[in-house]
């Protein structure tokens, strides 16, 4: 059960915290599809502090989103705590200190997973920033620096001694950054070491992972991220798994048509600009159905938004042609995701695959 604001969410489902990709449109795709709490892009201390217009944007959100939480991250005390101060003016229903980005660029210089080096200074962030907002504080971090220093039951204690409300655990260390298993057995440990709510992230790629992980291990909420990556529609197929309902997946007609509804909100959003950096969504899009990667690969080539919705629509038309001909529109075989798998995904500034 998690508890935000009045608010009880049983089984609690939420959109992650992923650079160039959990921005306010694809927040918005995601609440619709049945997502209970959605994080928005991490947002960095010293940038905020400094007033950069790109940092101060990604704090924007719709009223729609809520429950919806701010993700900061840095290295320093002193910008941190002013970074949350400037988060909470906008008034989200919590903010979440990033402690599990595993990338060089930010772990090595302190901040993200670089925090699980120093737990003294990072119980003493939790603490400066909880004494600092009017709003509840959750962290987002990892089992450890790597699997010599799994040190996550004693580091979600003091998290909680901090005053944060929460723990969000990315279920493998820093050196593995997003290759193997996620070791999803740490979570009923961390459970029995805490009061406070801990969510499960890492390796939750389709509806059925989503169901495994709350009865394998008891989560008080689970957190997707690269699963939803075009395919918002997982958080729906999730509740209907976790109801014991039949899981649909979404006809090509009803992925098309949100697609390019993501496409709309994207280019509002982000201008003319927005037409190569949607690119990364297509994949989930399309895929499973006959011709998938030649309509990516087509779709790559166009530079605005009408040859994309010709290309799309006369694709959908080809499928649902060939379903009254009796003939079969999923590829052979059909795709199958792998959690190290990182073809084709979007990463961020710091070279970080989002997952």
Same mark, same amino acid.
């Given at each position: 059960? $998690?508890?935000?604001?009045?608010? &009880?969410?049983?089984?609690?489902?939420?959109?992650?915290?992923?650079?160039?990709?959990?921005?306010?449109?694809?927040?918005?795709?995601?609440?619709?599809?049945?997502?209970?709490?959605? /994080?928005?892009?991490?947002?960095?201390?010293?940038?905020?502090?400094?007033?950069?217009?790109?940092?101060?944007?990604?704090?924007? +959100?719709?009223?729609? &989103?809520?429950?919806?939480?701010?993700?900061?991250?840095?290295?320093?005390?002193?910008?941190?705590?002013?970074?949350?101060?400037?988060?909470?003016?906008?008034?989200?229903?919590?903010?979440?200190?990033?402690?599990?980005?595993? !990338?060089?660029?930010?772990?090595?210089?302190?901040?993200?997973?670089?925090?699980?080096?120093? =737990?003294?200074?990072?119980?003493?962030?939790?603490?400066?920033?909880?004494?600092? !907002?009017?709003?509840?504080?959750?962290?987002?971090?990892?089992?450890?620096?790597?699997?010599?220093?799994?040190? $996550?039951?004693?580091?979600?204690?003091?998290? &909680?001694?901090?005053?944060?409300?929460?723990?969000?655990?990315?279920?493998?260390?820093?050196?593995?950054?997003?290759?193997?298993?996620?070791?999803?057995?740490?979570? =009923?440990?961390?459970?029995?070491?805490?009061? +406070?709510?801990?969510?499960?992230?890492?390796?939750?790629?389709?509806?059925?992972?989503?169901?495994?992980?709350?009865?394998?291990?008891?989560?008080?909420?689970?957190?997707?991220?690269?699963?939803?990556?075009?395919? =918002?529609?997982?958080?729906?197929?999730?509740?209907?798994?976790?109801?014991?309902?039949?899981?649909?997946?979404?006809?090509?007609?009803?992925?098309?048509?949100?697609?390019?509804?993501?496409?709309?909100?994207?280019?509002?959003?982000?201008?003319?600009?927005?037409?190569?950096?949607?690119?990364? +969504?297509?994949?989930?899009?399309?895929?499973?159905?006959?011709?998938?990667?030649? !309509?990516? /690969?087509?779709?790559?080539?166009?530079?605005?938004?009408?040859?994309?919705?010709?290309?799309?629509?006369?694709?959908?038309?080809?499928?649902?042609?060939?379903?009254? &001909?009796?003939?079969?529109?999923?590829?052979?075989?059909?795709?199958?995701?792998?959690?190290?798998?990182?073809?084709?995904?979007?990463?961020?500034?710091?070279?970080?695959?989002?997952?």
């Amino acid at each position: 059960m $998690i508890r935000i604001g009045d608010r &009880e969410i049983p089984q609690a489902l939420y959109l992650a915290p992923m650079e160039e990709v959990s921005d306010r449109t694809f927040r918005v795709l995601c609440r619709e599809q049945g997502a209970d709490v959605v /994080v928005t892009e991490f947002v960095n201390s010293d940038g905020l502090t400094r007033k950069c217009g790109k940092s101060l944007r990604k704090m924007d +959100f719709h009223p729609g &989103e809520r429950p919806i939480g701010i993700q900061i991250y840095g290295q320093h005390l002193e910008p941190m705590v002013a970074a949350a101060r400037m988060a909470a003016e906008r008034e989200p229903d919590f903010i979440d200190i990033n402690a599990g980005c595993w !990338v060089k660029k930010v772990a090595g210089r302190g901040a993200g997973a670089g925090l699980l080096k120093d =737990p003294d200074h990072l119980a003493a962030i939790v603490s400066s920033v909880v004494a600092a !907002v009017d709003i509840p504080v959750t962290v987002k971090t990892r089992l450890g620096w790597d699997e010599n220093s799994i040190h $996550i039951l004693d580091n979600a204690r003091r998290i &909680e001694d901090a005053g944060a409300a929460g723990l969000t655990l990315h279920c493998r260390t820093r050196s593995q950054g997003h290759s193997g298993p996620a070791d999803w057995s740490w979570i =009923p440990r961390v459970k029995e070491a805490v009061r +406070f709510p801990v969510v499960l992230n890492g390796g939750v790629m389709n509806a059925e992972d989503v169901v495994r992980a709350f009865r394998e291990t008891g989560a008080d909420g689970v957190m997707i991220a690269r699963g939803a990556i075009g395919s =918002p529609w997982i958080f729906r197929q999730a509740k209907e798994a976790l109801a014991g309902r039949p899981v649909a997946s979404p006809p090509p007609r009803e992925r098309v048509e949100l697609c390019l509804r993501h496409l709309r909100l994207f280019l509002e959003a982000k201008g003319p600009r927005g037409i190569t950096a949607f690119r990364k +969504f297509y994949a989930g899009y399309v895929k499973g159905y006959v011709h998938a990667s030649k !309509v990516r /690969v087509s779709l790559m080539a166009f530079l605005e938004a009408g040859p994309i919705e010709e290309r799309l629509r006369a694709w959908v038309d080809e499928l649902e042609a060939m379903e009254r &001909e009796g003939r079969s529109i999923e590829a052979h075989p059909a795709p199958t995701p792998q959690a190290d798998d990182t073809a084709g995904l979007p990463v961020d500034p710091c070279g970080d695959v989002c997952r």
